[in-house]
């Protein structure tokens, strides 16, 4: 199965810091020929332009690009609510999500594992 167009996702307000994470993580789909819709995930700059956007408008920015995702692909080192909820709306239409994470990241355990029963991979 080929997935062209991806929704990325991870934390913007819950924390910047793994930004530069992201922008491999895009860089290297986009590489490989993916159009990876979500292209404020790794902007630098999305903490000041969020703040100039409503919530209504945040919202309807990010459930529209991912009703045109033929994935989703997550970042969870660090802990968003956005990005959880990105993650059950994603489910809940039946895209594929792929969830990854730092080593040391202390991740929720409402996410599977791969060596757990009901986990894909």
Same mark, same amino acid.
């Given at each position: 199965? $080929? @997935?062209? *167009?991806? @929704?990325?996702?991870?934390s913007i307000r819950g924390g910047r %810091?793994? %930004?530069?994470?992201?922008?491999?993580?895009?860089? @290297? #789909?986009?590489?490989?020929?993916?159009?990876?819709?979500?292209?404020?995930?790794?902007? =630098?700059? $999305?903490?000041? *332009?969020?703040?100039?956007?409503?919530? %209504?408008?945040?919202?309807?920015?990010?459930?529209? &690009? #991912?009703?045109?995702?033929? !994935?989703?692909?997550?970042?969870?080192?660090? =802990?968003?609510?956005?990005?959880?909820?990105?993650? !059950?709306?994603? #489910?809940?239409?039946? &895209?594929?999500? &792929? !969830?990854?994470?730092?080593?040391d990241a202390n991740v929720s355990a409402? &996410?599977?594992? *791969? $060596?757990?029963?009901?986990?894909?991979?």
């Amino acid at each position: 199965m $080929s @997935f062209r *167009k991806i @929704f990325l996702a991870g934390s913007i307000r819950g924390g910047r %810091q793994m %930004q530069p994470v992201y922008r491999h993580i895009y860089d @290297f #789909l986009r590489r490989r020929g993916h159009d990876v819709i979500s292209w404020h995930v790794v902007d =630098p700059g $999305s903490d000041e *332009k969020e703040a100039k956007m409503s919530e %209504q408008e945040i919202y309807r920015r990010d459930i529209s &690009l #991912l009703e045109e995702s033929d !994935c989703l692909i997550a970042e969870v080192t660090v =802990p968003s609510i956005g990005v959880g909820y990105e993650i !059950c709306r994603a #489910l809940e239409v039946g &895209l594929p999500v &792929l !969830c990854v994470h730092g080593t040391d990241a202390n991740v929720s355990a409402m &996410l599977p594992r *791969k $060596s757990e029963p009901g986990a894909e991979g």
